[in-house]
């Protein structure tokens, strides 16, 4: 005797129907269901399902597709078949609803695909390269339903790394480096688990007496400029620094397994990034010297330039450049009207003068530093080799 079928709770075809749609409400609408940023924080009437209630009601519009009452306690049982089946997780979807990892709608899928198309070409990321690729293979047929507008770069990051940083790259041309870029999935993974690990710097132009084995928490791998660069804090001391990754050799040994946990590297981290924010460049200064700084008792130093024509207007555009700058309208030229010069003045640790010299170095003969009297004499000095050199 064959066996009875079992009816399922959504076997009829309004039911099902009714489980689709939903289903479809949530790929098309990613965050259905979030808050509206500009609501007040006490607002105490937002309702989550109205909204996927509201979306997917003019899905069923869209489609033609007749719909019975489809009140809120049902969307609630119907978002619990999804949780049983692991097409929704078992959590709260406090920002809205989404599905896996389909978080985004298409314009912000497009936007994110150019940002990893940009450093994946010119930052040379061999992580970003490989999800570009992938990315490449599983969009071509939304980028041709579009008429190739997908995979145009609106926008592009267009910072070139200036080393091999790839190392199937590396391999393929002949130019092993044996480098920090060979570990950077084991650096990565102590970044993400606060480990400390062993590296071995081979080359540091600016501190020869920095060469050799260092143990420290990785804290961050950034990219600035021409190169990749790693913010980590010295296992000893607690010095925050800055290296950059070429500068490292193929070699990164963990040495706490168990790992110090992501609430300490966010504190070190976010100490690592106020020094950044306050002084000029990569370098964050020595131990005693980073101390007084992030206690808010080291003495800053005031420097004055005066930028000449033709470069005023590039002086004038940074309004962002730094926020502790100050950008003063120096007199007109009587002759021709124009501005004489702008008085750029800020304050800053002495640790980034170097770096905050490089800047000036730029404008060459459309720059002169009025103080501090160090610094003074230091671009005279620069001056005069330089003449000297062309004499």
């Given at each position: ?123 040379g990321n061999p992580q970003t390269k490989r999800i570009y690729q992938t990315l490449s293979k ?20 267009l910072n070139r790394a200036i080393n091999y940083t790839d190392p199937e790259e590396m391999m ?195 720059a002169q530093v009025i103080s501090p009297p160090e610094l003074v004499e230091k671009h005279r ?11």
């Amino acid at each position: 005797m064959a066996k009875k079928p079992t009816l399922h709770p959504y076997s009829d075809l309004p039911t099902f129907d009714r489980l689709m749609l939903l289903i479809a409400t949530l790929i098309q609408h990613p965050g259905v269901g979030c808050k509206d940023e500009d609501s007040s924080p006490t607002d105490a009437h937002h309702d989550a399902l109205a909204q996927v209630q509201n979306s997917l009601l003019q899905i069923a519009r869209d489609l033609n597709i007749e719909l019975c009452n489809y009140s809120i306690p049902t969307i609630r049982k119907d978002l619990e078949t999804l949780r049983r089946y692991g097409i929704l997780e078992q959590r709260m979807y406090r920002q809205g609803y989404y599905l896996g990892t389909g978080v985004m709608s298409r314009e912000e899928l497009r936007v994110a695909f150019e940002a990893i198309a940009s450093a994946a070409k010119y930052q040379g990321n061999p992580q970003t390269k490989r999800i570009y690729q992938t990315l490449s293979k599983r969009l071509r047929g939304l980028n041709l339903e579009l008429k190739g507008q997908f995979f145009y770069p609106v926008r592009q990051h267009l910072n070139r790394a200036i080393n091999y940083t790839d190392p199937e790259e590396m391999m393929a041309k002949g130019k092993n480096q044996d480098n920090l870029f060979h570990q950077l999935d084991t650096v990565e993974q102590a970044i993400s688990q606060g480990q400390a690990i062993e590296l071995y710097r081979h080359s540091a132009p600016y501190q020869n007496n920095k060469i050799g084995l260092i143990q420290v928490w990785p804290l961050q791998l950034i990219y600035y400029d021409i190169a990749w660069y790693l913010i980590y804090e010295d296992c000893t001391n607690n010095h925050l620094a800055i290296g950059r990754v070429n500068r490292f050799k193929d070699y990164c040994q963990i040495i706490t397994p168990c790992g110090r946990g992501l609430a300490a590297q966010q504190q070190s981290l976010s100490k690592a990034h106020q020094l950044l924010e306050n002084g000029w460049g990569l370098f964050l200064g020595e131990a005693d010297e980073q101390k007084a700084e992030l206690e808010g008792t080291l003495n800053l130093v005031k420097i004055k330039v005066h930028f000449f024509p033709p470069v005023i207007p590039f002086i004038l555009e940074g309004e962002c450049r730094h926020h502790k700058q100050k950008v003063t309208l120096g007199p007109k030229d009587s002759r021709t009207g124009e501005l004489a010069y702008v008085i750029y003045t800020i304050e800053l640790p002495p640790r980034s003068l170097s770096e905050f010299s490089l800047w000036i170095h730029r404008h060459t003969n459309s720059a002169q530093v009025i103080s501090p009297p160090e610094l003074v004499e230091k671009h005279r000095q620069a001056a005069k080799a330089l003449l000297k050199r062309y004499t």
